[in-house]
T-cell receptor, first 112, second 111 residues
Framework: ETGVTQTPRHLVMGMTNKKSLKCEQHLGHNAMYWYKQSAKKPLELMFVYSLEERVENNSVPSRFSPECPNSSHLFLHLHTLQPEDSALYLC???????????FGPGTRLTVL | GESVGLHLPTLSVQEGDNSIINCAYSNSASDYFIWYKQESGKGPQFIIDIRSNMDKRQGQRVTVLLNKTVKHLSLQIAATQPGDSAVYFCAEDFGNEKLTFGTGTRLTIIP
């Protein structure tokens, strides 16, 4: 595997479900990011991790909970989501905080 | 307030012609810019970047131009091909080590 991978690629969940999104980067980078991409809107930064420490939380609701166990892996735990949370969730990594970010293919999330 | 990426939402170009995609930004403190390409069903793909101490940077078939006087960034794609069809958006670092993204321009290649 090369670059940034994300699983699952598609996810449909009910509002009472709990699920997790997984991201793995194979680039040796030290910073990882979660973004939300909704139709016709710019990418919204959700969380930033640098050297496994959360350095940014952009006023994201607590129903989204990130986890970064090591510099290669990033998770986004989801619970009691709302239909308006349906979007493409993108993971990215960069060599250090700031600088060029490289994205995974995203998880298309639908909340029913 | 600050804004970035005041793109035209769509652009259609004849195959083989050159494409120019534009981006405006408002923060004069921005020191780093990136162009991304996003194809349908995929994540954004890094194309080329430029720092504010440069006016121009060239890659393979792509050129980025930075005009700091009017706060304008452009991406030029030479000899456009069908595979260039995608949404292109610029990203800007205000100097706070975070990227702020524009809404993008959808480039359609006409055969």
């Amino acid at each position: 595997e090369t670059g940034v991978t994300q699983t699952p690629r598609h996810l449909v969940m009910g509002m009472t479900n709990k699920k997790s999104l997984k991201c793995e980067q194979h680039l040796g980078h030290n910073a990882m990011y979660w973004y939300k991409q909704s139709a016709k809107k710019p990418l919204e930064l959700m969380f930033v991790y640098s050297l496994e420490e959360r350095v940014e939380n952009n006023s994201v609701p607590s129903r989204f909970s990130p986890e970064c166990p090591n510099s290669s892996h990033l998770f986004l735990h989801l619970h009691t989501l709302q239909p308006e949370d349906s979007a493409l969730y993108l993971c990215a990594s960069s060599q250090k905080k700031g600088g060029a970010q490289y994205f995974g293919p995203g998880t298309r999330l639908t909340v029913l | 307030g600050e804004s970035v990426g005041l793109h035209l939402p769509t652009l259609s170009v004849q195959e083989g012609d050159n494409s120019i995609i534009n981006c405006a930004y408002s923060n004069s403190a921005s020191d780093y810019f990136i162009w991304y390409k996003q194809e349908s069903g995929k994540g954004p793909q890094f194309i080329i970047d430029i720092r504010s101490n440069m006016d121009k940077r060239q890659g393979q078939r792509v050129t980025v131009l930075l005009n700091k006087t009017v706060k304008h960034l452009s991406l030029q794609i030479a000899a456009t091909q069908p595979g260039d069809s995608a949404v292109y958006f610029c990203a800007e670092d205000f100097g706070n080590e975070k990227l702020t993204f524009g809404t993008g321009t959808r480039l359609t290649i006409i055969p």
